[in-house]
């Protein structure tokens, strides 16, 4: 199986290869760890990271639940969470959901 996963690592490697090492790792290294670090940064403070013509990036706070401790046999209250969320474009959206087929997705047994 194919790791599909990226790390500044990888993507620094990757831009090595397009600039054809014009510029020296160390610097190019460097501007992407300022990008991650300014994403994360205002991905904390609650801003949504906009993509032109591919999505959005939100990190989102969800509400406490209730829940049943088998343990102690009774229902807690959990704290809340921060999720990750990503939308996509309504342009790529609805050219996926053209090409969707619904017979080959959800076959009559």
Known sequence: MIDLSINKRILWKYVNLKIKRAIHHYHVFGVITILFDELLKDLKNGKEIKIFNF???????????????????????????????????????????????????????
């Open 55 to 109: 999505g959005t990036l939100v990190l989102k706070d969800t509400k406490p639940r209730r829940y049943h401790n088998v343990v102690r046999k009774q229902i807690m209250l959990s704290k809340g969470h921060r999720i990750f969320k990503f939308s996509l474009a309504r342009q790529i959206r609805k050219k996926i959901c053209e090409h969707l087929d619904l017979d080959k997705t959800f076959k009559d047994d």
